[in-house]
């Protein structure tokens, strides 16, 4: 028998990259699907020669089915802008590739009988007025405001999908994703992160927005693929929040990335963006309980290994 297939869309971006180096090494061919907006072919370039990779330029807002040949036993969509740099500069391609794409992709894996899992987000529970943040939670976003084009883009996008679950009998899983940092990542795709890194590297102030007291709770990559990948083979067909549930104010982290880059450069207050979220951190007693996950890599080796990433290819 060969061995089973997976599409990832949103293949050449921070997660979904790794997503496909994880499926490949357990032994699954891939097919990877960018149309390239925000995802870069350098994070693919090391598959140029594996057999059991493949690649397909498209837009996933247009329909797959007639592009995407052969059977597939799971259908991952990781295809959307995850930043506010990127939303915010493509706010319609945000809004329809969390509705027109996420259905396309729903039909995709219909046609096939595979299990849909779909890349959430914690910008669902907008700025939440409940801390931490349960899955149970209904959230606090403005639905007007200019974050709103990602946040209900991906509300939107966990409706659409329980409802073919519910209607079309698709068997779905949603991974609630909170901040996820590591390799990969873009300079400048205006996360903390590589903001704060990119700048230390360059010897700049490290710029906080606000005071710096907001919080935000960090995982690395290589956990955020370990709870996914187990979401898939779970039977859990609610939302799993999939994160680090260890909160750390912005200005905290500013102070860890001057010390972890071996810098003592300045901080720059800026003003806070609008409708910026003022704490954020995971509950995560249902990965837990369903997955039997929770985060091993610990901060200061998490952010060393992003830090000499950057470092290599700046």
């Not at 180096?21 to 357990?26: G, P, T, V």
């Not at 797959?64 to 740099?85: H, I, K, N, Q, T």
């Not at 005071?211 to 859990?236: K, N």
């Not at 799993?240 to 260890?246: F, L, S």
Request: charged share 25%.
């Amino acid at each position: 028998m060969s061995p089973p297939r997976a599409v990832i869309l949103g293949a050449a971006g921070f997660v979904g990259s790794h997503l496909v180096d994880r499926f490949l090494d357990e032994g699954w061919r891939v097919l990877g699907v960018d149309n390239f907006v925000t995802g870069s072919r350098r994070n693919l370039e090391h598959l140029a020669r594996e057999p059991r990779f493949e690649l397909l330029e498209a837009d996933i807002c247009e329909p797959l089915a007639g592009r995407v040949s052969a059977p597939c036993e799971a259908v991952l969509d990781f295809a959307s802008p995850a930043s506010p740099v990127d939303y915010l500069r493509h706010p319609i391609e945000t809004l329809r590739v969390g509705s027109v794409g996420v259905e396309n992709s729903l039909r995709l894996a219909e046609g096939a009988g595979a299990t849909f899992l779909l890349a959430s987000t914690s910008e669902v529970y907008g700025d939440p007025l409940e801390h931490p943040q349960k899955e149970s939670y209904w959230g606090n976003v403005n639905p007007v405001g200019p974050r709103a084009v990602y946040d209900e883009a991906k509300r939107f996008a966990e409706a659409i999908t329980s409802a073919y679950r519910r209607h079309r009998s698709v068997d779905v899983r949603i991974a609630r994703l909170f901040n996820t940092y590591g390799p990969r990542m873009r300079l400048d795709d205006g996360r903390v992160v590589p903001s704060f890194v990119a700048q230390a590297l360059r010897g700049e102030p490290l710029t906080v927005f606000g005071d710096g007291s907001q919080t935000r709770s960090f995982c690395y990559v290589d956990d955020t693929v370990e709870a996914i990948w187990r979401l898939l083979g779970s039977t859990c067909t609610d939302p799993v929040n999939i994160g680090n549930p260890h909160e750390m104010t912005i200005l905290d982290f500013a102070k860890a990335v001057q010390r972890l880059s071996g810098t003592n450069l300045p901080i720059a207050h800026r003003p806070l963006p609008e409708d910026d979220p003022r704490v954020r951190r995971p509950d995560i007693a249902r990965a837990r309980e369903v997955l039997g996950w929770e985060p091993k890599v610990p901060f200061d080796e998490g952010m060393r290994r992003t830090i000499e990433w950057f470092r290599s290819v700046t």
